[in-house]
């Protein structure tokens, strides 16, 4: 044999090595430009035995366009069992047309119980504009490490991530041969899909343990009817039963010997708080550094490591044995985007590897939407005129925002009633309280107030001066506005400061108002849904204080 020719057959034998655990692919559109081309972002993983093995996609169908690519390490398994890369893949085409990228060669690791050799996927890119975000498709957002397990004896679900940022329904199902998405597409025996992404594994015998090559096959639908239209100006219509793109997702199941236990925490590693739920939406903005906590336990394994799949600058941090913290900085190229991260925790018993289950969650790297600003606090002081009748004194909400362990209490649903002197006393009523109030004050115009629990702003001090009214009757119009009826849930304490002015053509005394203003207001307060332990008190000789506590539920 020529020396030639030998080289040619280790060159053929080291391209058909047994070294392949899957890969995903996800994408990203970028930039549209004038001369209709467009820019697209895809991300792929890549899963083998060594970090120093490799393949590429190419072009199946379509115009694909040019491509850079930069391929860097996400992690890899401390035994040596995989080695996951990720590759970022900037491609340029000509229009927004769809096309179609493939991976294509050999071979998958050996003993692949549902008899898989040669390796292959594809992924649909569409790109054309949609007319219910009008923009560009983006693909359903995931990802998988190279290898889960399982022992054969234990009942697991594996509920992969399956998020859209275009609010596409994303389902999943097996490959399918005669597309090409896989060579050959065969499911497995042992797992059982359903179109939501979750896999179900259930107890099985001996006989059946091994490692399986997953194939699947993630798709977006829309969830109401859509018109694509490419820059040529032609348009498409897509159904909700019509997927507009697909995305492989192929990893290994490895199905182990039977354990003395599937409870988790003893020899299957058991999650812990502040470990995030699988499927959580996280976000964090662009130059801040998110931290993930994960915390592990299985008393009877001894727990390895932490392994995860996700963006490939990912940095891992082991505090000690069972806890870790993820950390990852996003750029401003990665703005806007969402990104997949799944981890286990893997454990030990001598060679023997066990895994926790798969979480798996979604980073929007952006501000939180659900993140609200704390209003100010402002206060409006009025004049009104009390008459010497029951006249129904007219009232106007209270807006109240709170910040802690309070509650929005409207106001009350009928006008406030309270009896006074037969004198005619003008009053001036200013609110300086910091909580929501039940009792409305007397013909105020709205008052909106910031709280705090248990904080309140005191009120002044200073003797308010008295005034002489006018000796004949004030003339008065009764208002009869309906207000909603007071609600109040757990808060602890709070307080009300009123500061009252009155005037009379005959004196009042101290004990006059503690005999009949005060105890009419707490008459009527507690008529109007305040609790039966209300308290008022006078805190100087022309100011009125109301304080009340209510147990929390009360």
Known sequence: MSPSLLLLLLLVC?????????????????????????????????????????????????????????????????SGEWCQREAIMTRQVSSNAPFQLWLNSGNWIDNIKNGIVSWRAVTLVELRNRSDTGKANTSPQTTILPAVRVPSNCQRDFNLLAFDPDGDEVKCRYGITSLSECNPCTPLSVLNLSSSCTLSFSPTSNSNEGPYAVQLVMEDFPRETI????????????????????????????????????????????????????????????????????????????????????P????????????????????????????????????????????????????????????????????????????????????????????????????TTTPLLITTTTTPITTTIQTTAAFPTTATPLNTTAINTTTTQNTTTPP????????????????TTEDTTAFPTPVITSLNQFIVGLRVKLSSSSPLSEENIRSTIIQQLKDELRRRGLPEDITLRLVSSMQLGVATTVTPGG
């Open 460 to 475: 002044s001090t200073t003797p308010t001066p008295t005034t002489t009214a006018s000796p004949s009757p004030v003339n």
């Open 227 to 310: 018109t694509l239209t490419q820059t040529n100006g032609t348009q498409t219509m897509k159904t909700v039963n019509d997927a507009i793109s697909k995305i492989p997702v192929q990893f290994v199941l490895r199905v182990d010997p039977a354990v003395p236990s599937c409870t988790e925490g003893l020899y299957l590693p058991r999650f812990l708080p502040p470990t995030p739920a699988n499927r959580a939406q996280l976000y964090t903005p662009v130059g801040q550094t998110l931290e993930i906590s994960i915390s592990a336990q299985a008393n009877t394994s001894t727990i390895s490591e932490l392994l995860f799949s996700g």
């Open 312 to 411: 490939h600058n990912i940095n891992q941090i082991t505090q000690s044995a069972g806890q870790y913290i993820l950390s990852w900085t996003p750029t401003e190229n990665e703005d806007g985007e969402s990104y997949p991260i799944c981890f286990i925790v893997q454990a030990l018993i001598n060679s023997t590897k066990y895994h926790s289950e798969l979480r798996c969650v979604i980073v929007t790297v952006g501000p939180d939407p659900t993140t609200s600003t704390t209003p100010t606090t402002t206060t409006t002081q009025t004049t009104t005129t009390i008459p010497p009748t029951t006249t129904p004194l007219n009232t106007t909400a209270i807006n109240t925002t709170t910040t802690q362990n309070t509650t929005t209490i409207p106001p």
């Open 14 to 78: 080291s391209s058909q090595a047994s070294h392949f655990l899957g890969t995903v692919m996800t994408y990203y559109p970028k930039n549209t430009y004038s001369n209709g081309s467009v820019t697209v972002v895809l991300r792929y993983k890549l899963n083998f035995h060594t970090c120093e093995q490799s393949d590429s996609w190419s072009c199946l169908s379509g115009s694909c366009g040019t491509s850079v690519v930069v391929l860097n390490k996400v992690d890899e398994e401390s």
